[in-house]
Structure formats: C-alpha cells, structure tokens
C-alpha cells in the first residue's frame, strides 16, 4: 500500500506561485510514475502532469504547460509542482497519485488533495 499526503496549498493572488508537495510512502519500489490532477467545482477531475520515476519523463495537461512544472526528489520520496502565474481558473482541489505496476497488476494510489485557491 502506498500513502501519500500533500501539502502546500493555500491561497495565492492571480499571478502568483505555489509549490505543492506529495510525499510517498509504503510500497515505493513499485511506484512506476507519480502525478497531479486537479478537480473545480463542477468540473472533472484533470491531469495536470506526470513524472515517471525511472528517467523522469514529464508529461504535462494543456492547462499547465509554460505555467507548472513537476518534478521529484527521490532521496525524499517527493513529487513537487511548481504553479507560476496562477490564474482564477487554477481553482481546484489537487489531488497526488501514484501508479503502481507488480506482476501485472496495475493500481493507483490517490492522496487527500490540497486545496488551491487563486483570488484577489
């Protein structure tokens, strides 16, 4: 079983940054990539981006490309997003999951999320 717990979130003016943390434990050796999604009020739940935990391959939602960059400090068991220009429409909960994969059987782990709220 893999826990993760979050943190960073708060409140930001539109144009500001944030740096959102996820830390991971139990199971890290079958972690295969790690990412952000978020969810708004009415709306789906998003991708944001993914980071793969072998080479770090980053792959990124439309919405934070040029804005949000993830990244991850394997000492710590630690993924980050960096959120620069944070707009209103940035509004959400983010949530971290980690993607397990062991004798073929594939499995997501979610965290309790954070909330991220941008408003002047």
């Known amino acids: 079983q893999v826990q993760l717990v979050e943190s960073g979130g708060g409140l930001v003016q539109p144009g500001g940054s944030l740096r959102l943390s996820c830390a991971a434990s139990?199971?890290?050796?079958?972690?295969?990539?790690m990412s952000w999604y978020r969810e708004a009020p009415g709306k789906q739940r998003e991708l944001v981006a993914t980071?793969?935990?072998?080479?770090?391959?980053?792959v990124y939602g439309d919405s934070a490309k040029g804005r949000f960059t993830i990244s991850r400090d394997s000492i710590n068991n630690t993924i980050y997003l960096q959120m620069n220009g944070l707009q209103v429409e940035d509004t959400a909960v983010y949530y971290c999951?980690?993607?397990?994969?062991?004798?073929?059987?594939?499995?997501?782990?979610w965290g309790q999320g954070t909330q991220v709220t941008v408003s002047s």
């Open positions: 999951k980690a993607f397990t994969y062991y004798s073929g059987t594939g499995d997501d782990y």
């Open positions: 139990g199971g890290i050796n079958r972690i295969y990539h």
């Open positions: 980071i793969t935990i072998d080479h770090s391959r980053t």
